[in-house]
């Protein structure tokens, strides 16, 4: 197995706690397409339960032989986004991302370097902030026959300190992960698992306590199970009674609906449920 960026550690738990569960917005809408000249597209739109909308359509072009990627974004907030990667083309494992924003309302700017390097048991990553800061933050995994230990750190060059500071351990087979994190500067401890059970089964939970906050342990447990080659369904809940439900479906080839919903099920008689739902077509 590939090593994961520190970020990834606990991966494969996070995704089956929070991907494909689809009542955080009322209904999201994703369209990609593809040009016969090898640009892709996707359009995105969400309306949030508090009616707010939000969207963006973007362009990505790739030029294989050089390994450039040049994307770029436009958002309903006015904000135009450039994105452009070099993977593999200054040296072997080192992908480089350089990243801009303008918001022609404000005339506000911003300029980011992202650098990315992978070896077959070491993965690395740094990302520079520009314009605010200066500001650096960079983390590193080591990897052996499924172990992995990482860490990572924050800098501020104008005030010549360092700002946070993680640390993580764990261990990742293709049958399961586990994983301990200890963030914001090693007084958040987290603990997770995950298990993919058989074909159509998976389970992952995950721990998390706040040393500077209460004495409590949060704790969420979930689940993922295929239904068919085109469907399957999702349920979790934490410490608070907060549960999610969620179904996916491929309609046809090309076209995907996500249905969602939470209930707090300590306060069944409140008006604190949330559904939605999410539609992708892929041409």
Avoid: C
Wanted: charged share 20%; hydrophobic share 40%; no cysteine.
């Amino acid at each position: 197995m590939s090593i994961p960026a520190f970020a990834d550690i606990a991966k494969p738990t996070n995704d089956i706690l929070n991907k494909d569960f689809y009542h955080a917005s009322a209904a999201t809408i994703e369209v990609k397409s593809k040009a016969p000249n090898g640009v892709s597209f996707v359009v995105k739109g969400k309306s949030a339960h508090d009616s707010a909308t939000s969207g963006q359509i973007e362009a990505k072009y790739t030029d294989s032989p050089s390994g450039l990627t040049l994307t770029q974004a436009w958002t309903t907030v006015n904000a135009l986004d450039t994105k452009l990667e070099l993977d593999n083309t200054l040296t072997k494992g080192l992908k480089a991302e350089v990243l801009t924003q303008f918001l022609p309302a404000t005339q506000a700017k911003g300029a980011k370097l992202n650098l990315y390097f992978k070896q077959p048991n070491f993965h690395a990553r740094a990302f520079f902030d520009l314009l605010k800061g200066p500001t650096a933050n960079v983390d590193a995994v080591l990897g052996h026959e499924g172990f992995l230990v990482g860490a990572e750190a924050g800098y501020d060059v104008q005030k010549a300190a360092i700002t946070r500071y993680s640390a993580a351990v764990g261990y990742s087979v293709p049958e399961y992960t586990a994983a301990i994190t200890a963030s914001n500067n090693l007084s958040v401890f987290s603990a997770s698992y995950f298990h993919r059970v058989n074909s159509q089964v998976e389970a992952g939970a995950k721990a998390i306590w706040d040393s500077k906050g209460s004495n409590n342990v949060g704790l969420e447990v979930a689940s993922k199970y295929r239904l068919d080659p085109t469907s399957f369904a999702k349920a979790k809940i934490n410490d608070r009674g907060i549960a999610g439900l969620a179904y996916n479906v491929l309609l046809r080839p090309g076209v995907t609906l996500g249905l969602g919903a939470s209930f707090d099920t300590q306060n069944l008689n409140e008006a604190a449920h949330k559904v939605g739902a999410s539609f992708t077509f892929e041409g």
